[in-house]
């Protein structure tokens, strides 16, 4: 990682994107995955990262990609991203490293499978079977500590080849997690907005294209047109039109508009609630949303923009108030243990204007004043 891009600060006026090579959704869309194997690796080594529940589904897969002739392996994922799993699942991807890797299952499954891919120096192609977060179409790669905690986050060389969102594995997912989905793509109107304001670099150590703020506004349009109606077939198996539109949303706006455009507040609360384990059990997308709220009321936007924000929030059932992250009896003490590692964020640092952990503690504040209207 560049000093420059660690540091968020802006080095030059070139601007920046990046993009997966293919992007595939729709009821069945796994079906395309062995054909977009062979499209780049013919006959070629492949190891699929899947999340236990998955394994049957894409040891099917591999079962098709070994009779059309690849070397095709399923390594069952054990939980957590660290660089313990990445390394126990690159050593048992064999002597000779796979061609492609497969990520398949959710956020972390998927972050892991990259972190396989780039140790090893492989092709990447991601197949989510929830739609929980952006990870999918990204090069960012999230790795944790043995205390579940972010430790850090390399990239990719490149996007990942190919994203396959089948929509009906998606839709027969549980409810929460696409409720945590578009609470991850709900802070990217607002984070990308920031940074493009502030002048900040993009993960691509490039200025964020104005691509960047037409997705991030075009996904929170949609997601607030279409949560509810979506929201209503989750777990039938059965995706209807506002699915669809919420997952493309949720994974390739989203996805496409946090990387090409960049983060604030809201992802720095994953920091910020480090201290409290009782944390641990949210979902990523569950906890940003906390943080979106939380940054629009440490940056002074007007009440009314946070009051329309909060009822919508708790239809969709995500947190607008610590108590709903399992943060009980909230003082000044609890806040400033949580402001003080969001402050410290490289993204918040260079912030314009800038935010101080007092700014930060104080719209904690006001956030929970407005919470309890």
């Given at each position: 990682?560049?000093?420059?891009?660690?540091?968020?600060?802006?080095?030059?006026?070139?601007?920046?994107?990046?993009?997966?090579?293919?992007?595939?959704?729709?009821?069945?869309?796994?079906?395309?995955?062995?054909?977009?194997?062979?499209?780049?690796?013919?006959?070629?080594?492949?190891?699929?990262?899947?999340?236990?529940?998955?394994?049957?589904?894409?040891?099917?897969?591999?079962?098709?990609?070994?009779?059309?002739?690849?070397?095709?392996?399923?390594?069952?994922?054990?939980?957590?991203?660290?660089?313990?799993?990445?390394?126990?699942?690159?050593?048992?991807?064999?002597?000779?490293?796979?061609?492609?890797?497969?990520?398949?299952?959710?956020?972390?499954?998927?972050?892991?499978?990259?972190?396989?891919?780039?140790?090893?120096?492989?092709?990447?192609?991601?197949?989510?079977?929830?739609?929980?977060?952006?990870?999918?179409?990204?090069?960012?790669?999230?790795?944790?500590?043995?205390?579940?905690?972010?430790?850090?986050?390399?990239?990719?060389?490149?996007?990942?080849?190919?994203?396959?969102?089948?929509?009906?594995?998606?839709?027969?997912?549980?409810?929460?997690?696409?409720?945590?989905?578009?609470?991850?793509?709900?802070?990217?109107?607002?984070?990308?907005?920031?940074?493009?304001?502030?002048?900040?670099?993009?993960?691509?150590?490039?200025?964020?294209?104005?691509?960047?703020?037409?997705?991030?506004?075009?996904?929170?349009?949609?997601?607030?047109?279409?949560?509810?109606?979506?929201?209503?077939?989750?777990?039938?198996?059965?995706?209807?039109?506002?699915?669809?539109?919420?997952?493309?949303?949720?994974?390739?706006y989203s996805g496409l508009s946090f990387e090409s455009g960049g983060l604030s507040i809201a992802h720095a609360i994953l920091r910020g609630l480090g201290p409290f384990p009782e944390t641990d059990r949210y979902l990523h997308g569950e906890v940003v949303t906390y943080g979106t709220l939380?940054?629009?009321?440490?940056?002074?936007?007007?009440?009314?923009?946070?009051?329309d924000l909060i009822p919508f929030c708790r239809a969709v059932g995500l947190p607008t108030r610590l108590a709903e992250l399992g943060v009980k009896e909230v003082d000044d003490g609890k806040l400033a243990l949580m402001a003080e590692p969001i402050s410290r964020v490289p993204y918040v640092?260079?912030?314009?204007?800038?935010?101080?952990?007092?700014?930060?503690?104080?719209?904690?504040?006001?956030?929970?004043?407005?919470?309890?209207?």
């Amino acid at each position: 990682m560049s000093r420059q891009r660690e540091l968020g600060t802006t080095v030059n006026d070139i601007s920046i994107a990046g993009f997966p090579h293919i992007y595939i959704q729709g009821p069945g869309a796994l079906e395309r995955l062995p054909g977009c194997i062979q499209d780049i690796a013919p006959g070629g080594r492949v190891a699929i990262v899947a999340d236990p529940i998955v394994v049957a589904r894409f040891g099917e897969i591999a079962g098709r990609l070994r009779e059309a002739g690849c070397q095709a392996i399923v390594l069952p994922f054990g939980g957590e991203c660290t660089r313990a799993e990445i390394g126990r699942l690159a050593g048992l991807a064999g002597s000779s490293a796979p061609d492609v890797v497969v990520g398949a299952g959710g956020g972390k499954a998927l972050d892991t499978a990259k972190g396989v891919a780039l140790e090893l120096g492989s092709m990447m192609i991601i197949a989510p079977t929830i739609a929980s977060s952006d990870a999918p179409t990204s090069r960012l790669i999230a790795i944790y500590d043995e205390h579940h905690r972010i430790a850090e986050t390399p990239s990719l060389k490149r996007n990942p080849h190919a994203v396959i969102v089948d929509t009906t594995i998606l839709a027969a997912a549980p409810r929460r997690f696409l409720a945590a989905g578009i609470g991850d793509a709900l802070t990217k109107k607002y984070e990308v907005a920031s940074t493009i304001r502030s002048g900040r670099l993009n993960y691509f150590g490039g200025r964020p294209p104005a691509l960047a703020g037409v997705l991030a506004d075009r996904c929170y349009e949609v997601i607030r047109a279409d949560a509810i109606e979506a929201l209503a077939v989750a777990g039938t198996g059965s995706p209807n039109a506002a699915f669809e539109r919420v997952v493309e949303a949720c994974i390739l706006y989203s996805g496409l508009s946090f990387e090409s455009g960049g983060l604030s507040i809201a992802h720095a609360i994953l920091r910020g609630l480090g201290p409290f384990p009782e944390t641990d059990r949210y979902l990523h997308g569950e906890v940003v949303t906390y943080g979106t709220l939380l940054q629009l009321a440490s940056m002074g936007n007007d009440d009314a923009e946070i009051l329309d924000l909060i009822p919508f929030c708790r239809a969709v059932g995500l947190p607008t108030r610590l108590a709903e992250l399992g943060v009980k009896e909230v003082d000044d003490g609890k806040l400033a243990l949580m402001a003080e590692p969001i402050s410290r964020v490289p993204y918040v640092i260079h912030n314009d204007p800038p935010i101080s952990m007092e700014m930060i503690v104080a719209g904690a504040k006001r956030l929970e004043r407005l919470a309890a209207l």
